[in-house]
């Protein structure tokens, strides 16, 4: 029953930022671990960068580190990703998804099990 709908994406121009929101609704009670996903045409699914229920571990991807910033505040059952220096290859359609948080693989795609529709940012000139 819990269902995640992405917001804030949008055309930027390569340097800019933009700030997603993840907004979870109903049984929020799963919304433990975050993921944001990405899909660039012709490529496959990515991850983005994840984070616990707690907040307290983060990931990123090697290609986002030192840009991106994931952030969740589960007051408001809303999770976050600020994006920073953004560069045409960001341009996708990025998808947060909740997970159960556990295991070693738990930023993984597979991890999770609920998904948003997705929102879309174009990086160009």
């Known amino acids: 029953q819990l269902q995640l709908v992405e917001s804030g994406g949008g055309s930027v121009q390569p340097g800019g930022s933009l700030r997603l929101s993840c907004a979870a609704s109903g049984s929020t009670l799963y919304f433990t671990a975050i993921g944001w996903f990405r899909q660039a045409p012709g490529k496959e699914r990515e991850g983005v960068s994840c984070?616990?229920?707690?907040?307290?571990?983060?990931n990123y991807a090697d290609s986002v580190k030192g840009r991106f910033t994931i952030s969740r505040d589960n007051a408001r059952s809303t999770a976050y990703l600020q994006m920073n220096s953004l560069k045409p290859e960001d341009t996708a359609v990025y998808y947060c998804?909740?997970?159960?948080?556990?295991?070693?693989?738990?930023?993984?795609?597979?991890?999770?099990?609920?998904w948003g529709q997705g929102t879309l940012v174009t990086v160009s000139s």
């Open positions: 984070i616990t229920g707690s907040g307290t571990i983060t």
């Open positions: 998804a909740a997970g159960k948080g556990y295991g070693s693989d738990w930023c993984d795609t597979g991890a999770m099990d609920v």
